[in-house]
């Protein structure tokens, strides 16, 4: 019986104080039976996903608002994506991830605001369920916003 494996990217945030060295050896030091690849935008993890499971979260908790994990499609070194098979190129959803690395310190401004003010969050859960916005008041809203 085959035991299936996963695939994650960890990719860092560009204002975070870490480096894809320093998380890739955080993981490495672990002795886990798992593989892992260390990139420009952080690491790739595979193996069992209970391994997986005692990998991800202690590699999260070096900085959990700039670290961010997402399941990747391919194992690592898979021929489907391997840039010298396909006549070279950018890999398969090469991309989408530059695109969302770009975004990363947006998400982890939030992440911090969030964080520091708990209070102000269970405010906004209340005041979404007490009341409802007509479309009137969005219009108003739009109109209003500057251009950018």
Known sequence: ???KRETFAVVLSPDSTLTPSTITQKAVSLGLPVTIKETCFGMLVEGEAKHIGEVLPKIVKLDPNRIFVKVRGYPI????????????GPRLGYHQLDKEYKLLPLISKALEEISAKPEKISQIKTARKKSKIHADQIRKIIENMPVR
């Open 1 to 3: 019986m085959t035991r």
């Open 77 to 88: 070194g898979d021929s489907r994506i391997c840039r010298a098979n396909r006549g070279g």
